[in-house]
Nanobody, 116 residues
Framework: QVLVVESGGGLVQPRGSLRLSCTASGRIVDLGGMGWHRQTAPGRERVWIAEIDVKGRTFMADFAKGRFTISGDIYKTTIYLDINDVKAEDSALYYC?????????WGQGTRVTVSS
């Protein structure tokens, strides 16, 4: 079993910044990558944001380039997502995932609400 836990969500003002954290634990075999998705409303699809692979390379969705930064130590199975110049459309449930030989494991999500 792999457990993924996100943290760092909450209420943030427009133009502010925040850091989301993600830690995976458990039986992690043949690590692939770790990354983030977000879901802006119930029933909407989860949108991929960014990923770090086992070589430390980072990949970003086009909409995330410029304001989002993914970082962390994938071999410690801890990653972060920094969001700068936060906008109303960043309000969402942010999910972290880890890919292993067992497949993809997801966290429960951490909610970000952007409001003044």
């Amino acid at each position: 079993q792999v457990l993924v836990v996100e943290s760092g969500g909450g209420l943030v003002q427009p133009r502010g910044s925040l850091r989301l954290s993600c830690t995976a634990s458990g039986r992690i075999v043949d690590l692939g990558g770790m990354g983030w998705h977000r879901q802006t409303a119930p029933g909407r699809e989860r949108v991929w944001i960014a990923e770090i692979d086992v070589k430390g390379r980072t990949f970003m969705a086009d909409f995330a380039k410029g304001r989002f930064t993914i970082s962390g130590d994938i071999y410690k199975t801890t990653i972060y997502l920094d969001i700068n110049d936060v906008k109303a459309e960043d309000s969402a449930l942010y999910y972290c995932y880890i890919d292993t030989i067992q497949g993809r494991a997801w966290g429960q999500g951490t909610r970000v609400t952007v409001s003044s």
